[in-house]
Structures are given as C-alpha cells and as structure tokens.
C-alpha cells in the first residue's frame, strides 16, 4: 500500500489508509477533537478512494462504496466529495 497523498491534513487532524479492494485503497480522515457524545473517542469520516491499478482518486458514495473519478487537483483535504453548485453559486465563489 504505497502511494503519495497530495494532502497534508489540517490541524487536528490525520489521514488513515486501508486496503478495501486488492487494487483500492480507502481513506479515512480523522478529527482528534474529543466529542461529548461518544465518550471522548476521536472519529472519522471517508475522505475517498483510491485505485492503485489505474492511480485514479474517486469520490465517496459511503464509505464502502467508490464514485466516479475526481481530479486530485479539484479535491480539497477535507474530502474528495464534489460541490454541485449552481451556476449563481458559482459566480459568487
């Protein structure tokens, strides 16, 4: 499981890499912050995927299932997840 991620994560916050599939690779980011509602343990969220056959990143459905092929450079290093945005929208970013 060797590959290079292009995120440093932010502040309180780490990167984990697990083999879902032989050739894919999920990863997971984790918040160090300590939440009252589960008695202070860290959590995680999927941050994406990534196939090391055809060293393409997808985006999340859930955290079992990979989406379609994002960009890295259109990826941000909270999530691969894509912003559908409306053209309005888009205009005032």
Do not use: C
């Amino acid at each position: 499981m060797t590959f290079e991620f292009p995120h440093k994560p932010p502040k309180g916050y780490s990167y984990e890499f697990e083999s879902l599939k032989r050739n894919v690779i999920s990863i997971w980011i984790r918040n160090h912050y300590r939440f009252d509602y589960n008695n202070g343990v860290s959590v995680r969220s999927i941050w994406g995927f990534y196939n090391t056959k055809t060293k393409q990143y997808h985006a999340p459905i859930n955290s079992k299932t990979v989406g379609s092929v994002v960009p890295i450079s259109s990826t941000r290093p909270y999530t691969a997840m894509q912003i559908n945005q409306t053209p309005l929208e888009a205009a005032f970013k």
